[in-house]
Each structure stands twice: as C-alpha cells, then as structure tokens.
C-alpha cells in the first residue's frame, strides 16, 4: 500500500532523534526574505561554546569532525579557542527556493562585482589581517539555476569573511545536498563587541518556522 507524501508542514516539523553534529555544536539563526525577496532565506550556524572547552578538542581536530571547513583553512589553526567560538558559517536554509522547488543549479561565483572577488580574500595573522569586511546585506556569491533564475547569497551578519567554500564551486549539487555541512557558503568571524548583538535581527528556530508555515498557509490560500 502506497503511503501519502509528507506535507511540508510535516517535514519542517520532523526533528532526528538524535541531534546532528551540526545541532550539538551550533545555534542556528534565520533571516527570512533576504533583502525582501519570498522565500530566499539564510541559514546562520553560530558556533556554542559547549563543545572545544567541555571536549578540550583543538580547533583543527572540532574543524576535522563537524566538516564544514576546508583542510587548508588559515583562519581554524589559531589555538585561541575565543577566536573559533564566535564564527558563523553562512548557508541556505532549508526553504530557500533552491532547495524547495526542485531547481537545478549551473553554476556559483563567488565574483560579485568587476572589482570585488570573495575568492580574493586572503587572510593571514593574529588580527586577520587582509580580510574582506562584511555588512549584513554584503553579498557572498551568486548562483545561477539551469531555468534561468539567479540568486544572491548574502551574509546575513557583520564581519570578516575568514572563508568561502571553494568546493561549491567545483560541485554545485553539494549546496542542495548537505547544505548544513560540505554545502556551506562562507565562514564569517564578527567582530568581539559585536559578537552578542549579531542575532538580534535574526530569527529563532522556532520564529523561523512559524514564518514558513504562516507563508505556506498563504500560499495554500492564494492557490
């Protein structure tokens, strides 16, 4: 007997049994409609200060296991754990049209403008030097679907770019995949004093899917 698709309202509803590395480490924060666009919303795993000092784990070893940052990342190698319990790895969250509506991507660059490349970002040192800064609404990289449609990723909070995913570029399917894990965007560092207030125009878990499933009642009773 054939069993009835899941409803969305089901999926967004379903937690695992166990949490995910990702959960146990991180806090996820949303920005819903990034810069007034429907459903294109961000995913911000803000990395807990419950893991490298309960564990006593180095940042390369945290880095190795959570898999959301490259081998050969600068940045990660800092035995000042303050530095690594701020960051924020930037990602799609799970409504964005590229994950809902079945899209297939062609192709992401990280080229934002003529004169601006995030690939381009090299950083190096204790003060990060030559590090791109970032405002909320800086863009991260563009993707481009095979229907047509193109699509920002922005970064949602202030800071220094320590990192973009050069392997999305190589592999774009993987920011659908595992868009929590190897599917990431970029890794943001905000600054010390800001570090507490990064949040506060972000949303919730919880606030996050309340917003989705107030936009799909919305849409079910425009339909």
């Known amino acids: 007997m054939a069993t009835e698709p ?8 379903a937690e695992p049994a166990v949490p995910s590395l990702v959960d146990r480490y991180f806090t996820r924060w949303y920005k819903a409609d990034v810069k007034g666009k429907p459903c294109e919303d961000h995913c911000i795993l803000q990395h807990s200060n419950r893991s490298l000092v309960d564990k006593n784990e180095s940042c390369s070893a945290y880095a190795k296991q959570i898999n959301l940052v490259t081998q050969t990342s600068k940045w990660r190698t800092t035995s000042s754990v303050s530095y690594y319990l701020k960051i924020c790895v930037i990602t799609l969250a799970g409504s964005h049209l590229v994950l809902q509506s079945g899209k297939a991507i062609k192709s992401i660059f990280y080229q934002i ?7 381009q970002n090299k950083v190096s040192g204790k003060f990060k030097r030559g590090a791109q800064f970032l405002t909320e609404l800086a863009p991260l990289c563009k993707i481009y679907c095979s229907d047509g449609e193109e699509y920002t990723m922005s970064s949602c909070v202030r800071g220094w770019l320590m990192e973009v995913n050069e392997s999305i570029l190589h592999k774009p399917s993987i920011l659908q995949e595992k868009p929590s894990t190897e599917g990431y965007t970029a890794v943001v560092l905000p600054k010390f004093e800001e570090s507490k ?3 506060e125009g972000l949303l ?8 989705v499933v107030k936009s799909i009642n919305a849409t079910t009773a425009t339909s």
């Open 6 to 13: 899941e409803t969305p309202e089901a999926a967004l509803a």
């Open 113 to 119: 403008s003529t004169n601006c490349s995030r690939l």
């Open 197 to 199: 207030s990064i949040t």
């Open 204 to 211: 919730t878990q919880k606030q996050y899917e309340e917003v």
